[in-house]
């Protein structure tokens, strides 16, 4: 049986979800005006038989971007939390229900913000495939959070520049915070002290020393495999 959902603990405090959902409230008209005008789908239409999942263009495109991110964790926790390995901890599984909580408020939160400019709102829904991860133990399931983390605080890195709203990047912003923590307590719990790796830290350059950001396209071809779709995300902004 699933956990409950938002369940209070110390994961759920550290983001101070009463307090997210008023910033959520006093935006999303704003949020909702922006999005919607930007509505654009010129992206093509793919050839093949597998179904499409256009994102769009703009700042709408890189919302719509960033709520397929949070889908795909929503999805990832849930599953997770629905059979959690045999081998898990209470406090694995209190950290996973909290982890999934969080997931879920930022995927409702970008569906609710986009409205009827998401690229889902006609009622499609997916079905992610998480086979090629082992959810079945502990060093698993960490390792398959730990990629999804760490994909997901790329993404928003690699997106915060490319948005001209401002109202958007603040909101956007916020929840990268909490995705970076995320990333660095999935680590930290795989792997003592590897929150701050070099698989993870830009090394050189202005950017030395922050995590690393990814465009886009490169996230989209590293999450093509979990979605049963064919992302077409090439209006996205690049610059």
């Known amino acids: 049986m699933s956990e409950p959902l938002f369940s209070n603990s110390?994961?759920?405090?550290?983001?101070?979800?009463?307090s997210f959902f008023r910033v959520v409230g006093a935006t999303v008209?704003?949020?909702?005006?922006?999005?919607?005008?930007?509505?654009?789908?010129?992206?093509?239409?793919?050839?093949?038989?597998?179904?499409?999942?256009?994102?769009?263009?703009?700042?709408?495109?890189?919302?719509n971007y960033a709520y397929l991110l949070e889908q795909l964790e929503a999805a990832f926790y849930q599953k997770v939390v629905d059979a959690f390995p045999s081998d898990f901890t209470a406090e694995d599984k209190a950290a996973f229900v909290d982890l999934r909580d969080h997931?879920?408020?930022?995927?409702?939160?970008?569906?609710?913000?986009?409205?009827?400019?998401?690229y889902d709102s006609a009622g499609t829904s997916l079905t992610?495939?998480?086979?090629?991860?082992?959810?079945?133990?502990?060093?698993?399931?960490?390792?398959?959070?730990?990629?999804?983390?760490d994909t997901g605080v790329a993404a928003y890195n690699g997106a915060a520049k490319l948005i001209t709203d401002v109202t958007s990047l603040r909101l956007l912003a916020k929840i990268a915070s909490v995705e970076a923590r995320h990333a660095a307590f999935v680590r930290d719990q795989a792997q003592p002290g590897s929150f701050a790796a070099t698989d993870v830290i830009t090394a050189s350059g202005d950017a030395a020393g922050l995590d690393t950001a990814k465009t886009p396209l490169e996230v989209v071809e590293l999450i093509a495999k979990f979605v049963p779709a064919t992302i077409v995300a090439s209006s996205l902004p690049t610059i």
């Open 103 to 118: 997931e879920v408020i930022h995927r409702e939160f970008f569906r609710y913000a986009l409205g009827t400019n998401a």
């Open 10 to 18: 110390f994961l759920a405090r550290t983001l101070r979800r009463r």
């Open 29 to 63: 008209a704003t949020s909702t005006l922006v999005l919607a005008g930007c509505n654009d789908d010129n992206d093509p239409t793919p050839t093949s038989s597998t179904p499409s999942l256009t994102l769009g263009s703009g700042d709408n495109g890189l919302l």
């Open 128 to 149: 992610f495939d998480f086979s090629s991860f082992t959810l079945t133990t502990r060093a698993g399931v960490y390792a398959a959070a730990r990629t999804l983390e």
